[in-house]
């Protein structure tokens, strides 16, 4: 017995001997994938022991440490798309791979950001949309926006004029609320702006992609900032190798591309033949003929050069890049100019443990900007009156009202905004295990605008020089600590993230005003020198908010067959009431490869996924920081008997709400993705169903108790459903001519469901409409035309029926005149103006270094109130001021009324671009050389009778004024224009 025990013992000793050396003797492999087309990084790449179970994927930088047996020889490379590779490591601690890809399903692998981390692109389980830079736009692109305009099916990008100042209107998905910004978050490089028209800033050619999260529960990671939806935008990076320089640069000539058909002197002089009738103040003559449109008109050459380094190694990598941009208006006086500079680096050390990038913007613009005022004076002066008098200076006419000189007016008005946008961020992970990563992020974003305004005196409007001085701040800072955890364990992929969020936010503003200054020549420089009083001479404010938040995210892959995501994120904010600033926003996804079971056999059929999920997002944008409390404010002054003076009073002019809230968003999505015939069709559908409850609006409430007669409550609900459908053809392939061929299309409908409730302290709103948007015009300022009406959608038109005039030239409306109504006040009818869908195609087209191509782009079944006709096609305004040929024959001799008369159909299809380039390689110390043309809103189809039919859904960020296209007051159009381009792009090695 003592023998058998002793043999036992002395086996074990013998098995530690050997075995648990063995057991240590693991040895750890690390090293980095990248692409072989273009040398970038390779995240979710598949790395496995050869024969074990042992295995884990590359983080997002395409870099991986592996843990092996010492006995190892092979490692595994795996990626979905691309070759499987086999890498022996016997003896080595590295293994950089490049991997090659192939022909797989849904055409390319791609790798898009989806907030806080990414994902391949055939893994997502969201509706996400990706624009990689060889899809965007062509042509003269200032403002990033335009490189995606009309590319991706829910997004409804607008510029509504051709004003290089003008902040492009964004919309995603639809109208998500009945009041506040609408726009979408830009998260830049991981750093969320806090000011959509920041991202307008950014120079074009530093951008390498977009994505874009459309429905709730892509993100509703970012809560209450991705309520209107989220665009990711990557800049472009560094990559490991030489040093590359490159240059991107294109010169353009840009005019207006359409002119209203106002009277000339010839036409004048026939529509009114009675000399006696004509005006003659204003140094009138019929040899004169003065076309004012073109009068304030120029040709303008705009220009764009953006000058780029990159390079690094294996532990580090830069790009640095310069951009200049110079876009003259084509309006006299106006413009813009930007200088601007980014720079982003990547450091590893610690035996690639520690991952380091970092990044800096800096941008600063120069902008002349045009009174828009002055730009509806065109139709008020007559052909017969000269710009300039004989000695050479400005004709300073009044000829009535608002009929000044335009040339004048905009010429000698000083109108200028400095801005300077800076953005610096930095994030630091470090790998505590091959799957286990925690890091911190830390970001400012700091804007300041300086405006100097000056308006010398005009003698035909007998009014005094005056200046003003703004200066404005808007300055965030935001941080977080984050963590993630990736691991594979056999067919089954985990992925984890957890997030700790900080933002502040800062507002404040100083202005200082003068009139009838001393030494006009000084322009606002001294504003100490007038000697008039300004009703305010001087003014200042200040305010900050506070976001706070939590959040995790769970992904889950079971063999490349089923997904699951699942995330949570609660935000606390400062603008809602003590005890309603919390709130949790919850998002759930599933996904089903039936490629991969149902479908195996179909050959046909080379992917397709199903998707659907379930999310939910908070609002707080249609409120100030302080809307939730009682605010006082200036009111009349009163008599101080005891000092005899008149001080200000104050007054109340907000109720609190202590029980204000967040709008909160539910969205349903279901999605298709699928890639057909070899490859050759790909797309996706989406079919969403969204409703947005306790709408945040200020409602009308009772007095008393209430000190003000409305206050900011959550009343109401709002829907949207829509379904989106994107598709891509290569029709041809092989080494002739290829031809690509894509195109979306987008379907939404928004329904106000109900304005209607019970406050948390009881009292009832009963809302059955309310007016939002005015007619524009003499007399009808404060005309309401438009609605938000429970069972139609946002904007509705109430307007009378137009049934043509009587014999005496009189409008009817119904059959009946105006006159024939109690308080001449005809029935009104409602008309939704809204499209019935949006769409866009590109064809794309290549053969050997040629390439061609062409975006189509349009609209159908929209309306538009053509305000701009109301005011000036009426022949009441003859001899006075100026009309056009139609209103000499359509009959009508009554004065202007809004009616659906002037409620015209606005479908359009527009060539928005199209490009024709050649490549030159094989150059000694060049990389490529690219040489194109390509010219912007070539001709454009549609039967409305303005200036263009896309008009902005937010006119000087005034949402109320949607569908109305008015050239009247500070509404005036700035043309839109036609622009053609030449350009190149250049590689040197």
């Known amino acids: 017995m003592k023998l058998r025990n002793l043999l036992k013992l002395s086996c074990l000793l013998l098995l530690c001997f ?107 389980t969201g509706a996400v949309s990706n624009v990689a830079s060889k899809d965007f736009n062509q042509g003269a692109i200032i403002n990033p926006l335009q490189q995606i305009q009309g590319k991706v099916a829910g997004v409804v990008i607008i510029e509504g004029s051709g004003d290089p100042n003008q902040n492009v209107s964004i919309r995603l998905r639809g109208q998500t609320s009945i009041s506040g910004d609408q726009s979408p978050l830009f998260v830049v490089d991981g750093v969320q702006l806090n000011d959509p028209s920041q991202f307008q800033n950014i120079a074009p050619g530093d951008i390498e992609s977009y994505d874009v999260l459309k429905d709730a529960s892509a993100t509703a990671i970012y809560g209450s900032r991705g309520a209107n939806g989220v665009i990711i935008v990557n800049t472009k990076k560094g990559k490991a190798g030489r040093t590359e320089v490159t240059y991107s640069g294109y010169v353009s000539m840009a005019k207006q591309a359409k002119y209203f058909d106002l009277l000339n002197t010839s036409e004048y002089l026939a529509a009114v033949p009675n000399v006696a009738n004509r005006p003659t103040a204003q140094n009138e003559s019929d040899d004169v003929n003065t076309d004012w449109q073109r009068a304030i008109n120029r040709t303008a050459v705009v220009q764009s050069h953006n000058l780029a380094i990159s390079g690094g190694t294996k532990d580090f990598n830069y790009r640095a890049s310069l951009n200049y941009q110079n876009q003259p208006g084509i309006i006299i006086n106006s413009g813009k100019q930007q200088l601007g500079m980014r720079f982003n680096g990547e450091q590893k050390a610690l035996d690639d443990k520690l991952d380091i990038t970092f990044g800096i913007s800096n941008v600063n613009t120069n902008r002349s900007l045009t009174n ?42 000083y109108n200028k905004h400095n801005e300077y946008l800076t953005n610096i961020n930095a994030t630091a992970n470090y790998s505590i295990l091959p799957e286990l990563k925690v890091g911190v992020t830390g970001s400012t974003v700091r804007n300041n605008v300086q405006t100097h305004y000056f308006q010398p005196s005009f003698v035909a409007q007998n009014s005094p020089s005056n200046a003003n001085d703004y200066n404005y701040n808007t300055n965030s800072y935001s941080g977080d600590i984050h963590a993630s955890y990736d691991k594979k364990f056999g067919k089954h992929s985990i992925s984890v993230v957890a997030v700790a969020e900080k933002d502040v936010f800062y507002y404040d503003y100083f202005f200082a005003a003068a009139q009838q200054l001393l030494v ?59 005890n309603f600033q919390s709130a949790y926003f919850p998002a759930f996804d599933l996904a089903y490869r039936l490629k991969r079971d149902l479908l195996n056999n179909v050959e046909w059929i080379n992917d397709l996924k199903l998707r659907v999920g379930f999310g939910e997002t908070g609002n707080q944008n249609p409120i100030g920081p302080y809307s939730s409390l009682a605010l006082v404010a200036p009111g009349n002054k009163y008599y101080d008997g005891a000092s005899g003076n008149y001080p200000s009073s104050y007054a109340p002019n907000q109720n609190a709400n202590p029980y204000l809230k967040w709008e909160t968003r539910v969205g349903r ?321």
């Open 669 to 989: 999505n279901i999605g298709l993705d699928f890639s057909l015939f070899n490859d050759r069709l790909t797309g996706d559908l989406n079919y969403y169903n969204d409703k947005t409850k306790n709408l945040l609006f200020s409602s009308t409430v009772p007095q008393p108790p209430n000190l003000v007669s409305t206050t900011f409550s959550n009343v109401g609900t709002l829907t949207n459903k829509g379904l989106e459908i994107a598709l891509t053809g290569k029709i041809l392939t092989g080494s002739g001519v290829n031809w690509t061929a894509s195109g979306n299309i987008n379907f939404v409908k928004t329904k106000i469901a109900n304005l209607s409730g019970t406050l948390a302290d009881g009292t009832k709103v009963n809302t059955s409409f309310l007016d939002v948007g005015n007619a524009q015009g003499q007399g009808l300022s404060s005309t309401a035309i438009t609605r938000f009406v429970p069972g139609y959608a946002p904007y509705v038109f109430y307007l009378p029926h137009s049934t043509g005039a009587n014999a005496q030239g009189v409008e009817t409306f119904d059959g009946k005149t105006l006159a024939e109504y109690p308080g001449n006040i005809p029935p009104s009818h409602y008309i939704d103006p809204s499209p019935k869908f949006n769409y866009g195609i590109n064809n794309n087209f290549s053969y050997k270094n040629w390439s061609l191509g062409f975006f189509l782009r349009g609209v159908y079944g929209t309306k538009i109130f053509n305000n701009t006709l109301l005011d000036y096609e009426t022949i009441t305004r003859l001899p006075s001021t100026n009309t056009t040929r139609a209103a000499l024959t359509n009959g009508v001799k009554s004065a202007p009324t809004q009616s659906d008369r002037w409620l015209e159909g606005a479908s359009y299809l527009r060539l928005d671009n199209a490009s024709l380039g050649y490549t030159f390689d094989h150059i000694k110390g060049v990389n490529s050389i690219r040489v194109y043309i390509a010219a912007n809103n070539l001709f454009i189809i549609t039967k409305y009778r303005g200036l263009d039919p896309e008009v902005d859904i937010a006119p000087n960020n005034n949402p109320n004024q949607n569908y109305i296209d008015a050239d009247y007051g500070g509404f005036a159009y700035y043309p839109k224009t036609r622009t053609f381009t030449f350009g190149t792009n250049v590689s040197f090695k």
């Open 520 to 578: 006009p020549e000084g322009l606002d420089n001294n504003l100490g020198t007038g000697i008039s009083p300004v009703a305010v001479p001087i003014g200042s404010y200040k305010e900050e908010y506070q976001l706070s938040s939590l959040l995790g995210r769970v992904n889950y892959n079971y063999d490349g067959r089923f997904y699951a995501t699942a995330s949570i994120r609660n935000d606390r904010s400062s603008k809602f009431g003590a």
């Open 18 to 124: 050997f075995v648990l050396p063995a057991m240590a003797q693991n040895k750890t492999i690390t090293g980095k994938v990248t692409d072989s087309k273009d040398g970038s990084a390779m995240p979710g790449v598949s790395v496995g022991v050869k024969g074990t179970t042992i295995g884990i994927t590359t983080d997002t930088n395409g870099s991986f440490s592996l843990s092996v047996p010492a006995s190892a020889t092979t490692l595994v490379f795996s990626f979905i798309g691309y070759d499987k590779q086999e890498v022996d490591i016997t003896g080595k601690s590295t293994a950089n791979i490049s991997m090659i890809s192939t022909s797989t399903s849904l055409n390319e692998v791609i790798v898009v950001s989806v907030g806080y981390g990414s994902q391949r692109k055939k893994d997502l």
């Open 372 to 413: 828009q005022s002055d730009l509806g004076y065109v139709f008020n002066a007559l052909p017969t009156i000269p710009v300039r008098l004989p000695n050479g200076q400005y004709n300073d006419f009044g000829a009535g009202y608002n009929a000044y000189n335009p040339v004048e007016y905009l010429a000698e008005k």
